[in-house]
């Protein structure tokens, strides 16, 4: 009889998160070939759902690692060692049987044989997407993010991409802060900000179509989109932000330094990540948290 390795519990973790990659990139792929190129809300949506089973998947298994280096490994090895062997034996068992039969190859190779071209296939499948997903551009900025916030012991904030996004991540991160601010006081004080101080904000405002300075009409009509609609907010309406909440905002970007606005305030500044790979339509703003100790689900440092 051959001798039987018996792998580590960390390289078994391993084999495991290997495969658990190779069956989220399938279903990935399949949920893409499942949605037409041109349904662009669908798209949008999928693109959405995907980032987050990335982000489940990716914190599930570093969650994994620390329990098991905490733990200094587990206690299963040997049980699950030996349920593969009784499962080596079953099948010599059935191939023995067959053998005694005559024919040709026995039921159990049948089965072997089937599950090596399923799993050929499928690897091939995974090797596209795998492919397609690596060249992108949502996937490059997204690991160069990870960098950056591993650094400071900080991880990404899934905030909804519903053109309030930059609102709701500056609100995310002032209920970090302890303050109250909702998605709607912090839209109408903005527009009120901008309004009081329009020789601040009008100059930067132009017509995308004429390359015009707002006229004073527009520039209202500007304003009350900020408070009423889904407009998207970009560098002006965070300046404003700063001034109203006299605190610096911090803006994480993966090609770019970190921008910081504000910096005459003397408080600890909120931080947002800005993408511009991140869905379909292009920008948008993600808020941050501080990584949390699996074991104990604390922050691995103060609070923001």
């Known amino acids: 009889m051959e001798e039987v390795t018996i792998d580590t519990a960390e390289e078994m973790l391993a084999k495991q998160h290997r495969k658990e990659k190779k069956d989220l990139q399938a279903k990935i792929q399949s949920m893409k070939n499942a949605v ?3 349904a662009k809300k669908r798209r ?92 992108g551009l949502r996937h490059q900025e997204g690991l160069k993010l990870s960098q950056k916030l591993v650094e400071r012991q900080l991880q990404i904030r899934e905030i909804s991409s519903d053109g309030h996004c930059m609102y709701r991540a500056v609100e995310d991160q002032l209920g970090q802060h302890g303050l109250g601010l909702t998605l709607k006081d912090l839209r109408a004080k903005t527009a009120q900000h901008m309004r009081s101080h329009a020789d601040d904000f009008l100059p930067f405002i132009t017509n995308t179509n004429t390359g015009d300075m707002y006229t004073a009409d527009e520039f209202d ?60 339509l292009g920008e948008h703003y993600n808020s941050v948290e501080r990584m949390k100790d699996p074991a104990t689900q604390e922050e691995t440092r103060d609070s923001l």
């Open 36 to 38: 037409p190129k041109n």
């Open 44 to 135: 949008k949506q999928l693109t959405e759902d995907i980032t987050k089973l990335e982000a489940e998947l990716s914190q599930k298994h570093n969650e994994e690692l620390r329990q098991l280096h905490s733990s200094g490994g587990g206690d299963n090895t040997v049980e699950e060692v030996v349920n593969g062997v009784e499962s080596l034996a079953l099948e010599g068992e059935e191939e023995q049987k067959d053998a005694k039969q005559g024919g040709g190859p026995s039921k159990a190779q049948k089965r072997r044989d089937k599950k090596a071209a399923a799993e050929k296939e499928r690897e091939r499948r995974i090797a596209e997407a795998e492919v397609e997903n690596l060249s």
């Open 221 to 280: 009509k500007y304003c009350s989109d900020v408070a009423d609609t889904a407009a998207w907010g970009g560098q002006l309406e965070l300046r404003a932000l700063t001034q109203i909440l006299q605190r610096p905002i911090e803006v994480l970007q993966a090609d770019s330094p970190a921008i910081m606005i504000g910096e005459e305030f003397n408080k600890s500044p909120i931080t947002l990540i800005y993408m511009r790979h991140a869905y379909g």
